[in-house]
């Protein structure tokens, strides 16, 4: 099947048809930094945790079995992104910092009938410290329309975990890709410099257009792995050796290069596709086993 159409560099998005701006703006916005002891890093402090309605940031503080990471969770109250709900955040990762951004269950977005739902994530990764960007898939009701913009600017030395996915709606109640319109973009910069950048748009035709053009599939997503801290995970993903025990699963992976002339590969861009969430689920456990015990837990051992 070709996705071409589905999956596109963000340059090329169309932004989700909406009549007016949201009419709730919920934001976010949270810091993590060292603690030093005698030159070592000994810990991570939260140094800033602050949100509104719809939106509610979580730090836990056993979550992670590690010192040197923090986990923060993002909740949406109410159920779900409701009509004209509009979520910012800004997530900032300090100097050998390792922070995990997870959520605790599917972010639900409901029927619109006017305005859509826009989800906009800020981040900033300093010099050898990590980000995994780890939340569970979106689930749009028939009739939603959500507009995500993923933004991430790294430094020289650090490394990144992104995740961006999508499920085919409440299926279990005879919903599948029913959604009016779905927009997601992510962009990854190293040092202000464009290295990735990947979109997905469904929607704005006919539920039956859409439903033909991904078959059999319920789920949609990619994964972006990039920097030192991931250079043994994004090895494994370009050798092809998910492919085989996944093999249910559509994978593509391909090299991040430092620019388009440069020969050094930084990291790996994967894009899927799987008829579950579970088979996603399976696959993310795999990808990330090497770093867990940096993380200090997997996010998904309960899904």
Partial sequence: MDLRAVLRGSENIVAASMAERPATVGKGRAAFHPTWRQGEVVGVRNTILESSHPVRLLVPPCASTSRLCQWLYVVTQGGGLSEGQDVVLEVTVGRRCTVVVTTQSFTRVLQCDRLGCRQTLQCTVEDDALLAHLPDPAVCYRGAALQKEQEYHLAEDASLVAVDWLTAGRVALGERWEMKSYRSSTNVYVRDKLVCNN??????????????????????????????ATVEVFKRILRGDFNGSHKDIAIKATPIRKDKKSKEVIGANVTFLAESAQQIYGLLRDLLQDIVPVLGGDPFWDR
């Fill in 199 to 228: 979109a997905t748009a469904l929607g704005n035709c006919l539920p039956q257009i859409t439903q033909k053009t991904m078959g059999l599939h319920d789920v949609i997503g990619t994964c972006v792995v990039i920097g030192p």
